[in-house]
């Protein structure tokens, strides 16, 4: 039976108050849809009973939340291990919050403990933004999360199975130290909400004190635990229907062939976002940092702003929209167009096609799948995502077959300098580009 994609209801993806938590999100993140674009999405589609849904860059975990509180499995996989955390936060349900509070002492009690013992040189990348007493103290208490709710010797959360060994109480608590080093580093963020500066020189580290940083993080296990009670509806999930959630790459799916039924997802924006900047702080907490993992894991993202060494070509197969854009942007006058800027886009163009190709290889012949992009400038040139994604899609044996466009009022190309001296009066659109497997 195929989806009813004509009486699907689209309304703005966009989440009304910029970076602020919204329902069933821990964590502020600025790159999603709202759960109620999601819900209605995945309400009016009607799925079949044991329908799978999938968002293949899964963030904050929007789509497979809203899914699973609908009854339906879900699936959500995303590159960035601390958006997979954050995702699993979520999903703490009605029960569970009733532990965290006493489970909150019981932490902080027992890294107080380890306090009293020797101190170790330990390389720490939290040493990045703390001196080593305040990266001690923090990492003290990452210690014990772990000591009291993941089984098994301490090791950095970079190098376990976040998937199958962090539990959704667990990654709360994660959350939790993620929001209180976040508002420890204000003074580290930039005009630029995406970046995340780092200290000139080592006197400039921050310096917080023991208590200062054990009562931030009750305050923050706290403010969880009302703002998880004011969005009610988000703790009550079918036990049967807990998303799967798991560290992949949106280009090699770890899925069989013809598995999901519908596919509800937003790629990351073609503007040199750089979602590891982002998130540099939390991927410190995991253990990213002073050996190349975090680099590594920055060049692997989607739509980072550096340059791979591999040599990736343009393909026809990417379609006419694409070929133009590129071509044209190639032989823009401005410094650095032909170099960086031209491989650059090849790059986020070459991991969207080969996404695609996945998307297009895991759903079943019924399914569908929403995908949310925005257009973008590179200087005064167009660059049509939305036309470019439909493109991609036939090309991949993918047919478009309703496109929903909204404009776009806060937009996140224009916090890159120089973007505006080219197009100051153009605005962006979103839009919901719906395809369906031919
Ligand atoms: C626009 S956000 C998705 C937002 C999500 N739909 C939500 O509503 O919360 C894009 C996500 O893709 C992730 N990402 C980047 N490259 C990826 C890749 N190659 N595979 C999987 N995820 C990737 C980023 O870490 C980021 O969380």
Redesign the pocket.
Known sequence: MNLRIDSVEVINPKRKSGSSPQPG?LYP?Y???SSLF?QKIIETVVLPENSVVL?????????TTVASMLGYNSTG????PV?VIV?KSSLIGQNNLKSIQPLCLELIDLSKKSLALPKSDEIDPLKIWFQPSSAGTLRGLEKAIQRVLIPGPYRLLKDRNISSEVSSIAAVFYVALFRVIRKLLVKFRGSNPTWIKTPSCKKNRLRPNDKAIYDAFSVEVQLICEESNSNNEFLDFPSANIPELNV????ALPLPDDHIDFV??????CTRID??VK?RPELAVLGFGNDDSFEELRR?????ATVSKKNIEASDLWGDECTIFLRRLYHHTSRASKSYYYKNHIQYFD?LYS?LSEIERVLKPSGAAAI?VQTSYYKELLNDLPKIVGEMGESVGLKTSRVNDFVVRQDMSRLNKGTTKYRPNKKNKETVVFLERN
């Not at 968002?55 to 789509?63: I, Q």
């Not at 509800?264 to 924006?269: E, F, G, K």
Request: glycine residues 12%; aromatic residues 14%.
């Open positions: 999100n993140y790159a999603g849809y999601a968002d293949p860059w899964n963030g904050g975990g929007t789509t996989f995303d590159l960035n958006m995702a992949s790459s949106s280009e509800l997802t937003s790629p990351p924006y979602y590891a998130t692997s993202l989607m739509g980072n991991s996404s949310v």
